[in-house]
């Protein structure tokens, strides 16, 4: 394949004759510097390079110069630009690119049986790639698939280097093309990614596209910035065949256009064109400087530009500024409706012009997208509309039919039939290829602002990928839209009752339950009980999110095992792996015996979903009760189903939930660096980042940072909260709670583990509080509230259905030996205390029978069994130390040598100094001081001895260079060590 650059006229280097009004094209100026770089960095050597610059200032030219240089000419390159339409395409830079070469057919390329997965992108090429392969079984997987196609392709075609111009505009599909590039193993294309950066302000893509780049590759970014005074001369005098431009002149067109390369262009072009640039001879006469005005934008230069010209012309630019992305020259003539000779004269007048130029094969578009916007802009609204009828007229009698841009153009004329149609066949596209963002947006635009009727919106609404939306704005309009509808009124019971069912799984994915399961109630009597609705309806009101009593989950989660019987054996196993999971989270022993019905074969694609989804919510249903090696051959079958189906997203979530097992058992080893990863992914959904986060927190705590992991663990209540995930809530507070009361803090810990009890006992979901309750009573116990923990241990003993649930009756022994130790009562204390250490160690759950083992101890001790209670706190203490927990091995240390028992002193790796840094210690004490705590009350919280207190209170002072704790409060504040004292959580 030839070298294909989308989007640029041929550059020259040196002088040119004048074209139209005796104004030349200019020369590159003042880029020397960078093209050099992009010579230098892009050789045989897979490179990434960034070209950063605001619109205007030449990131395009520079590429096409550097593409036509003896170094680029060494490339097979193809070269994409992102338009600037409202519709997002599914990887249509990159297709478009492809499909404006010279490849007429990929027949003899070899391409493998992946390369069917590229057929809805490529409808042209279909007959030439191999089948559609058997549809994916998620999301993450098809896009996966078309990403590995897509590379696959580009190397079949030997494209070396890829270049994406104006990438501030591409649709997320082709952002994680890019990505996939970037990671992959071995050479791989150069990728050059040009882009605006005020317009990706907050947006972390570019990061994360420097972040995955592989290690052998060279990575360069240029940042274009305008012209200086002389090189605005320059650029001027290259137009105006080298003649001498005089400083003065050159001052008032730099003062105006700011050096911006295109509206220094734009302004030479238009002052020539309106005679204020006469030519004499060999040079220039320019009238008096006072007389010349120049526009303050590139939109008013265009415009003028533009105005001077004649009818046909205008006719043409107008056209071409309402379609926007590259046209068929014969295609444009029909949108324009002129005569074919005046349309011949008015695009050749505009590309003389150099407001549009010619592309690939016949094609034509405006050089640059602020002229086509400026023309845009200026246009009629009504002159608009016809042109945008007249558009998807003309384009729907192109094969295949570009979907989203008829989209587009129908929606500008406001026809919403034909704009829901093209809409809803586009989003199909984009589903097809797992790029569910896109069909998101497509779906939510016609939803939300097209007058969509009932029906047809029930097939759209069932269609919409909720997962693809960040955050809840877009669920918010979906929910008004559907709404609106509901409240005209639907003739149709059915169809309005299959409306409230859409509205109600829109409600659900906002976390508002109480209306969702509103909406189901109402729904449920007319919905079409030949279809699976009902069935999955009853499974959303019986899943424990909420505040809802267990009693009325059950009720529904069997009200949907009983409907399941008269349905297709597909959707029973749907009912069946839904309800499985549901049952265990509620505590009831019958999860297990639905859970033993599911199958690791499937039957059908769409089985493989169900099964592997099925498996992973079995195993975290196994994990809450304490049964961990069932959760572990439950999650192991998941992530074997995952890899086998490519269910990419699914994977992610089993090794999520993974993370937490490891965890419980005590596997710790590279269990941090895991969590951070999965916590900083873009594929999680927020409220599946939640777990990771907590365990990174729970680490954390264990290590002795407690300042930052109370930081994280209030990320990961924040999220569980907002996602009614109550389970996860109590997890999660509990072991904020426990940092509470570390730090002596005690009242604390009873604010922010009373709702999350609460919700616990009004639910009856009593397997929830394993973590919570405990830690609620050590905090009662804490404030002399005895008799209501007493109570509380009473509820959550009674609450506890019948079955093996290891765990909960673990937590509750627990529970009665923090009572029994209350009451002074040291020798049944130890007993139940040492009866909880064993059945936790039975799980196995290490961490958690190592504490409870020393609290036997510590009361062994009070009782008078010394010498037994030294002896059972030794054993702690090895087995403390086979786990990252320096803060519980230092503690269970002082024990030992406080009664005279010799410990060792260990380093335990890593640096052993921190610079000018703070050690985590000494975060520690300085966050506390911060609150005004005195040393002593510092060295209780954190049990140290108050001179060790003192010692890293005087180390952080001298790393800050202050003499006073005042001073060393303000200067951690402001360095966002510790908060503000009063703006903690849990206060």
């Not at 493998?112 to 030439?128: K, N, Q, T, V, Y």
């Not at 596209?209 to 274009?224: D, N």
Request: with cysteine; aromatic share 4%.
């Amino acid at each position: 394949m030839e070298a294909v650059v989308v989007g640029g006229d041929s550059p020259r280097r040196g002088a040119a004759e004048p074209d139209v009004d005796g104004v030349a094209a200019p020369l590159l100026i003042g880029r020397e510097g960078e093209l050099a770089r992009l010579e230098q960095v892009l050789t045989d050597t897979s490179a990434l390079v960034l070209v950063e610059g605001e619109a205007g200032v030449g990131k395009s030219r520079l590429l096409e110069e550097f593409l036509a240089s003896p170094a680029g000419g060494v490339h097979c390159a193809l070269t994409a630009v992102c338009p600037p339409v409202r519709e997002p395409y599914t990887l249509g830079p990159i297709v478009e690119a492809l499909l404006a070469t010279d490849v007429g057919t990929v027949a003899g390329l070899g391409l493998s049986s992946l390369a069917g997965a590229l057929r809805p992108l490529f409808p042209e090429w279909a007959e030439h790639l191999p089948p559609t392969p058997e549809p994916a079984g998620d999301a993450s997987a098809a896009r996966h698939r078309v990403l590995r196609a897509l590379a696959e392709l580009l190397d079949r075609l030997g494209v070396g280097l890829l270049v994406v111009d104006d990438a501030q505009w591409s649709d997320d599909a082709t952002r994680e093309f890019l990505l996939f590039l970037a990671e992959r193993h071995g050479q791989g294309p150069s990728l050059v990614v040009a882009y605006r950066p005020e317009d990706l302000v907050g947006d972390p893509w570019l990061l994360r596209l420097s972040g995955r780049l592989r290690p052998h590759r060279a990575r360069l970014r240029v940042v274009l910035d305008p012209l200086d005074e002389p090189g605005t001369a320059a650029l001027a005098s290259s137009m105006l065949a080298n003649q001498e431009v005089s400083g003065e002149f050159a001052q008032h067109l730099h003062a105006r256009t700011e050096g911006v390369p295109l509206a220094v262009e734009e302004c030479v072009r238009l002052m020539a064109r309106r005679g204020d640039l006469v030519r004499r001879g060999q040079g220039w006469k320019r009238l008096p400087l006072d007389e010349i005005v120049v526009p303050p934008t590139v939109r008013d230069t265009v415009l003028e530009h533009a105005g001077r010209l004649d009818g046909a012309t205008r006719a043409v630019l107008r056209a071409a500024a309402v379609v926007a992305d590259p046209i068929a020259e014969h295609l444009l003539a029909r949108i324009s409706e002129l005569p074919p000779a005046e349309f011949a004269a008015g695009l050749a007048e505009a590309v003389a012009r150099r407001l549009l130029h010619r592309r690939d094969h016949h094609r034509v578009s405006f050089r640059h997208v602020l002229a086509g916007r400026a023309i845009y802009d200026a246009m009629d609204e009504r002159d608009r509309r016809t042109l945008h009828e007249r558009a998807g007229r003309v384009l729907e009698t192109v094969t295949p039919r570009p979907l989203a841009q008829l989209a587009r153009h129908f929606r500008q004329v406001g026809d919403g039939e034909r704009w829901g149609r093209y809409a809803e066949l586009s989003a199909d596209v984009a589903l097809q290829t797992g790029d569910e963002t896109t069909a998101g947006a497509l779906l939510h635009d016609v939803l939300t602002n097209g007058d969509v009727p009932a029906e047809q919106m029930c097939a759209l609404v069932e269609k919409v990928p909720f997962g693809s939306f960040t955050g809840p704005c877009r669920l918010r309009d979906l929910a008004a839209a559907v709404r609106r509808v509901l409240d005209v009124g639907v003739p149709d019971p059915g169809v309005e009752a299959n409306l409230r069912f859409q509205l109600a799984r829109i409600l659900n994915d906002m976390e508002e339950f109480d209306e969702a399961h509103a909406e189901l109630e109402r729904a449920l009597p007319h919905l079409d009980r030949r279809r699976a609705s009902p069935a999955v309806a009853m499974m959303l009101l019986g899943w424990p999110r909420g505040r809802s009593p267990a009693a009325r989950h059950l009720t529904w989660l069997d009200r949907a095992a009983e409907f399941a019987r008269s349905l297709e054996p597909s959707d029973r196993l749907r009912v069946a792996a839904g309800r499985a999971p549901a049952l265990l989270q509620l505590g009831d022993e019958r999860g297990w015996a639905e859970a033993a019905q599911i199958p690791q074969t499937a039957r059908t694609v769409r089985d493989r979903r169900i099964i592997t989804v099925g498996y992973l919510n079995i195993g975290d249903g196994a994990m809450r009760w304490g049964r961990y090696a069932e959760a572990d051959g439950w999650l192991a079958t998941a992530r074997r189903l995952a890899v086998e189906y490519e269910q990419v997203r699914i994977r992610e979530l089993v090794d999520s939930t993974r993370l937490h097992l490891d965890w419980f058992t005590g596997a710790w080893n590279g269990l941090a660096e895991r969590a951070a990863t999965m916590a900083d992914t873009d594929d999680l959904h927020p409220v599946s980042r939640v777990e990771p986060i907590m365990i990174i927190g729970l680490l954390r705590m264990a290590a002795g940072d407690l300042v930052q992991a109370a930081r994280e663990i209030e990320r990961a209540v924040a999220g569980a909260r907002d996602a009614g995930a109550w389970d996860t809530v109590a997890e999660a507070v509990a072991t904020l709670v426990q940092i509470r009361l570390r730090e002596g803090r005690p009242d604390a810990a009873l604010t922010l583990s009373r709702d999350p009890c609460e919700v616990v006992a009004e639910k009856g979901v009593w397997l929830w509080g394993t973590d919570v309750v405990p830690a609620r009573v050590q905090a009662l116990l804490a404030v002399g509230a005895t008799a209501q923990a007493q109570d509380l241990v009473d509820a959550f003993a009674r609450g506890l259905p019948a079955g093996r649930l290891p765990a909960p009756r673990a937590a509750v022994l627990d529970c009665r030996g923090l009572l029994a130790e209350a009451a002074g009562d040291h020798a049944s204390a130890a007993v139940l205390f040492g009866r909880a250490a064993a059945a936790w160690a039975a799980l196995p759950r290490p961490y958690g029978a190592a504490l409870s083992r020393e609290r036997q101890a510590g009361c062994l001790i009070r009782a008078g069994a010394v010498p037994e209670g030294l002896d059972l706190i030794a054993d702690v203490l090895d087995g403390l130390s086979s786990l990252p927990a320096s803060l519980d091995v230092d503690r269970v240390a002082r024990t030992l040598r406080a009664h005279g028992r010799q410990v060792p002193r260990v380093w335990r790796g890593g640096r052993k100094g921190y610079g000018p840094d703070l050690s985590p210690r000494e975060r520690e004490v300085v966050a506390l001081a911060a609150e005004g705590r005195t040393n002593r009350e510092i060295a209780d919280a954190l049990h140290r001895s108050h001179h060790t207190v003192a010692s890293q209170m005087k180390s952080a002072m001298r790393k800050f260079g202050v003499s006073s704790r005042a001073a060393l409060t303000a200067r951690a504040i402001g360095a966002g060590l510790v908060a503000e004292p009063g703006t903690g959580a849990g206060e």
